[in-house]
């Protein structure tokens, strides 16, 4: 039993999947193309609206350093993706390397919780856009009909349409073609660096020192009351995360991390870039840089410009141009938030499909959905039919409460990929790796215990979600996946079966 629940598919194999007509991704992207989409997903809902959240109620003026802490915990991740992508150039991410390094298992249980993560975050970023696409159209005098809007209208029915309609929308451009969305995705970053610019050269003319004092405001420890919406390191140590002072920072870390979600999206396209072991590296390490910095300056700015007391919870930028008499600026940014968040679903969308569609290449899910369109070469069965579920879900139901298990299944792959990286390289030193993860052992399990801090400070309710998603998962998984599998069919291909080893390896 054990051994065909951690049975690994060979690096060697997983390229050679790639290269079979029926089932092969157009090679069309480049690190430019990589890193746009990394920045294109990076920016959204979290610097436009967590900023003054946690200034607000836990950091103070410091959410610049919780921003520099996520971006850390993140870099750690990102540097031990960027060895992954580089050496499996294959669509699916976290999951593919968990196939190569850890086995079926944990690779089917990681790839259970990206599909959830990715349709989540797609869902919860298309409901915010609605609601800013909606402003827009009051203020303009255009007014949806409340069962059309999201909220329950007077017979009870609440669709939010707009948030359907987007979805529907990027899936339909997915399908046309990686490049496309490549080019789409270039105009909507430009746009939206522009806002973030904007805020940060204005800004910073109205920036008052004294908004700054104390910079690291004093602790305020929350009392530890055991309930579920507590975060999960109070019920284990009896104690929770302060208010404000250092610790402070560290819990504004774990919230401004959704802020970071979808840099990992960009190794789900490995498969569809053109030099991946050049340009993957790249582009995951690039767009990182760009948007911590950016978020740090956007921080110091806003807190600058307002004190931290004063900062609103839904528009912080916005609202602080409002508040030192600039309202132009604010309608500028609401309409840079509202065309900027069209990028981070289309992404995240599109990271979705791809693990689906590895997936169902390698049988653990119908393998009707590994078919490519034979003009386009993208994967038009699984987008759509996600893209139509996505749809659905985010017309219908209320996600906010919802956006932590975002989070946790972001953290729990990097976990499972940093120990990926430490088991290929005793498993499989002779792999050409392009890019290396400098100070292995250390690095990576410094990532571990960074992400698995983090995951302690999310909610215990959030935990028990996740739980209950990944108990769907096994059984999906027993009842069909280990079944199905092409390892288990005996369908594998690549070394040992006539198929040339990639890069001159040794067989």
């Known amino acids: 039993m054990s051994s065909t629940l951690f049975r690994t598919k060979r690096v060697e194999q997983s390229i050679a999947d790639t290269e079979e007509p029926e089932h092969a991704l157009k090679k069309s992207l480049s690190a430019l193309d990589l890193t746009v989409f990394g920045v294109g997903v990076i920016i959204g809902t979290g610097i436009f609206v967590l900023t003054g959240t946690v200034a607000k109620n836990n950091a103070g003026p410091a959410v610049a350093l919780a921003f520099v802490v996520a971006g850390v915990v993140c870099a750690l991740a990102a540097l031990c993706y960027a060895e992954f992508a580089s050496t499996v150039p294959v669509a699916g991410s976290a999951y593919t390397f968990s196939y190569a390094s850890l086995g079926e298992l944990p690779a089917w249980i990681i790839g259970w919780d990206l599909v959830l993560e990715f349709a ?28 059309l809007s999201g909220r329950d209208g007077a017979d009870g029915f609440g669709f939010d349409i707009l948030a359907a309609a987007l979805v529907l929308v990027l899936t339909g451009i997915l399908v046309l073609g990686t490049k496309l969305s490549a080019r789409v995705t270039s105009i909507v970053v430009a746009v939206k660096v522009t806002v973030v610019l904007v805020v940060i050269i204005a800004g910073a003319f109205f920036i008052k020192g004294d908004n700054y004092d104390p910079f690291i405001p004093k602790s305020q420890p929350v009392e530890a009351g055991g309930d579920l919406q507590a975060p999960l390191i109070q019920l284990m140590f009896g104690w929770a995360p302060s208010n404000f002072g250092v610790m ?6 774990s919230v401004v991390f959704f802020a970071f979600i979808g840099f990992d999206v960009v190794a789900t396209a490995a498969e569809e870039t053109r030099n ?43 609202d602080a141009f409002k508040a030192i008499g600039h309202p132009w600026y604010a309608g500028f940014i609401s309409f840079g938030a509202a065309v900027g968040l069209t990028t981070v679903c289309m992404i995240l969308l599109l990271g979705q499909t791809r693990v689906f569609f590895a997936m169902s290449r390698d049988g653990l899910l119908p393998r009707f959905f590994s078919h490519v369109h034979p003009r386009f070469k993208t994967p038009h069965r699984p987008t759509i039919l996600l893209g ?25 792959a990097f976990v499972v990929v940093a120990i990926g990286v430490i088991i290929l390289r005793r498993t499989r030193p002779d792999l050409p790796r392009s890019f290396r993860t ?20 999310l909610p215990t309710e959030t935990w028990l979600r996740f739980a209950g998603w990944m108990v769907v998962g096994f059984l999906v998984y ?7 599998s092409r390892l288990a069919r005996g369908e594998e291909t690549g070394v040992g079966q006539g198929v040339k080893p990639p890069n001159g390896s040794p067989e």
Not at 126 to 145: F, K
Request: proline share 6%; net charge negative; with cysteine.
């Open 388 to 412: 139509v579920i996505i749809a659905i879900v985010a017309g219908f139901t209320p996600l906010s409460e919802l956006a932590e298990l975002v989070n946790i299944g972001t953290l729990f």
């Open 120 to 147: 989540l975050g797609t869902a919860v970023v298309a409901v915010g856009w609605s609601g800013y696409i909606a402003s827009l159209l009051d203020n303009a005098g255009w007014h949806l009909p409340e069962a």
């Open 478 to 484: 027993f009842l069909y996946g280990r079944s199905h």
């Open 248 to 253: 402070g920072i560290f819990t504004a870390a």
């Open 276 to 318: 991946p072991q050049r340009d993957m590296p790249r582009g995951i390490l690039g767009s990182l840089l760009i948007c911590t910095t950016l978020y740090v300056a956007v921080s110091i700015v806003v807190t600058g410009m307002q004190k931290y007391t004063d900062l609103s919870v839904t528009a912080p930028l916005a």
């Open 438 to 457: 400098p100070w292995v052992p250390v690095l990576p399990i410094l990532s571990v215990l960074a992400s698995l801090w983090l995951m302690l400070n």
